[in-house]
């Protein structure tokens, strides 16, 4: 089955720096990669996700990249604020009616 | 529109005895999936159901088990509860499947076995 490494655990940045996050996963027929923000007390929200056509996606200040190749995927958080401390997960899944595998999650923190 | 409800968000239980969690998805949504989140581990897949039929199960023993009613609400069941059986328990809801879209996440179950 699936499996998804995640690095790092945790990353600590400055108010307006860059924050990257990478992920690997294991089956080569997974073609969804979504990734998920976690708050304290809350579920996780997905925050972006990219298909296995596209390399590359945005969303203001986010961004994923995939190498379908090297079997690697990583968000890009630039300008990062307060807000955006919290749980990052990212998560892999495969042929259709496979289920959704994640990774062990990546704890951001910002400081001001 | 409602967003997914799990039912109760904390509960504690002694080692042996067994738990019953449920979880309402968001109305509409046929699949539902479990995960068990615990610190340093992440989420740890449990089983989906789509329209009452589980259609995948992760690597938990068998005191694991779930099933899906045809309103689509789900429940989960532990058996002879266990000290590492402590985690926060939550449920996801989609419209057609959980590699297809978008998941909604609940607020989850917070279980501590003690």
């Known amino acids: 089955g699936e499996n998804v490494e995640q690095h790092p655990s945790t990353l600590s940045v400055q108010e307006g720096d860059s924050a990257v996050i990478k992920c690997t996963y294991s089956?080569?027929?997974?073609?969804?990669f979504p990734w998920y923000k976690q708050e304290l007390g809350k579920g996780p929200q997905l925050i972006i996700d990219i298909r296995s056509n596209v390399g590359e996606k945005k969303d203001q200040r986010i961004a994923v990249t995939l190498n379908k190749t090297a079997k690697h995927f990583s968000l890009h958080i630039t300008e990062t604020q307060p807000e955006d401390s919290a749980v990052y997960f990212c998560a892999a899944s495969g042929q259709a009616g496979t289920a959704l595998i994640f990774g062990k999650g990546t704890t951001l923190s910002v400081s001001s | 529109k409602a967003g997914v409800t799990q039912t109760p968000r904390y509960l504690i239980k002694t080692r042996g005895q067994q738990v019953t969690l449920s979880c309402s998805p968001i109305s509409g949504h046929r699949s539902v999936s479990w995960y068990q989140q615990t610190p340093g581990q992440g989420l740890q897949f449990l089983f989906e159901y789509f329209s009452e039929t589980q259609r995948n199960k992760g690597n938990f023993p068998g005191r694991f088990s779930g099933r899906q009613f045809s309103n689509s609400r789900s429940e989960m069941n532990v058996s002879t509860l266990e000290l590492g059986d402590s985690a926060l328990y939550l449920c996801?809801?989609?419209?057609?499947?959980?590699?297809?879209?978008?998941?909604?996440f609940g607020e989850g179950s917070r279980l501590t076995v003690l």
């Open positions: 996801a809801s989609s419209p057609t499947g959980s590699n297809t879209g978008e998941l909604f």
């Open positions: 089956d080569s027929a997974s073609n969804y």
